[in-house]
Nanobody, 125 residues
Framework: VQLQASGGGLVQAGGSLRLSCAAS????????IGWFRQAPGKEREFVATIRSNGGYTYYADSVKGRFSISRDNAKNTVYLLMNNLSPEDTAIYYC???????????????????WGQGTLVTVSS
């Protein structure tokens, strides 16, 4: 599975962005897709995940209520809508995919076998 993340950019605090993760190869509809981010000087952290059929989503506490993950299996694409952005959200955002990830492991980056190249989100104050 190859993943291509896009949609990053520069936005003012309080603004919104929608990231996309387009997949090719493999069986996209069977993959759990996660978003992770890495800020300068910090470790990569979990942001959100969505199971294969879209019926289950899970968010990091830091983004809950502001970010929304969704998927369109017909387009092999997962979206991350980010609202009310703050400078603390500045990071490179990565999408990742993995088959059959158990719920207790969705926050662990090691559960995901495939990774995209990342897209930079910069939030100015």
């Amino acid at each position: 599975v190859q993943l291509q993340a896009s949609g990053g950019g520069l936005v003012q605090a309080g603004g919104s962005l929608r990231l996309s993760c387009a997949a090719s190869g493999g069986t996209f509809s069977r993959q759990t897709i996660g978003w992770f981010r890495q800020a300068p000087g910090k470790e990569r952290e979990f942001v959100a995940t969505i199971r294969s059929n879209g019926g289950y989503t899970y968010y990091a506490d830091s983004v809950k209520g502001r970010f929304s993950i969704s998927r369109d299996n017909a387009k092999n694409t997962v979206y991350l809508l980010m609202n009310n952005l703050s400078p603390e959200d500045t990071a490179i955002y990565y999408c990742a995919a993995g088959p059959s990830i158990i719920l207790s492991a969705v926050r662990d980056s090691r559960s995901y076998a495939y990774w995209g190249q990342g897209t930079l989100v910069t939030v100015s104050s």
